[in-house]
């Protein structure tokens, strides 16, 4: 296929790296949330958005408007997350998911749609879920229930376990593969 986009296969694999680089922060994520361990949760959330970032920034779409709003959304969610940092404030936090996972929706969609990674469409469409149903929790002041807990600690794992099967898949295609579904 010719193209004028310049993006030789060294960006496909960096894009490819932040995959992997996300999934780790997933990966540390959901081990620390099931354990309650507050620092490496922290820690993995880090991750997770220099994954999502370095994903989003070398990301190949046809439509720069595409990745001009996932790259937005990631930024903004990372600029709210710093803020975190400073302000301990949960709604912050949860305003900073909400964005790097709107842009990450995004990414794993592009891929559900070029490439037919059925895990690509779950995970696009449980990402609005979570930041909704973490909304709620919050409002209802629920997040430190048991219960909740336990349930939220298997959606995470179940979210990571797609997370691998999606990375496999992105790994294991070659390099440099075109959208199958292009306009």
């Known amino acids: 296929m010719e193209t004028d986009i310049y993006y030789p296969k060294t960006y ?18 959901a081990l ?12 993995g959330i880090s991750v997770f ?3 999502s970032l370095i994903s989003g920034i070398f990301l190949l779409v046809w439509k720069k408007e595409v990745k001009i709003f996932i790259l937005s959304c990631i930024i903004l969610g990372i600029i709210f997350g710093t ?16 964005f790097v996972l709107a ?8 891929e559900a749609h070029c490439f037919h990674f059925i895990e690509g ?18 409002g209802l002041k629920l997040q430190n229930n048991d219960s909740v807990h336990i349930i939220f600690s298997i959606i995470y794992l179940v979210i990571m376990l797609l997370a691998l099967s999606f990375l496999i898949k992105k790994l294991r295609q070659p390099l440099m593969q ?4 292009q306009d």
């Not at 496909?12 to 994520?29: A, E, K, P, T, W």
């Not at 803020?83 to 909400?98: A, V, W």
């Not at 075109?178 to 579904?181: A, G, I, K, S, T």
């Open 12 to 29: 496909d694999i960096i894009y490819r790296s932040g995959y992997v680089i996300g999934f780790l922060g997933i990966l540390l994520f």
């Open 32 to 43: 620390s949330y099931l354990f309650s361990n507050w620092q490496g949760f922290a820690f």
């Open 49 to 51: 958005y220099l994954g």
């Open 83 to 98: 803020g975190f940092l400073f302000f301990r404030n949960p709604e912050i936090l949860i305003i900073s998911m909400g």
């Open 103 to 110: 842009g990450l929706a995004g990414l794993y969609g592009k």
């Open 121 to 138: 469409w779950i995970l696009t469409w449980s990402f609005p879920f979570l930041i909704f149903a973490n909304l709620l929790l919050y």
């Open 178 to 181: 075109f959208c199958q579904n």
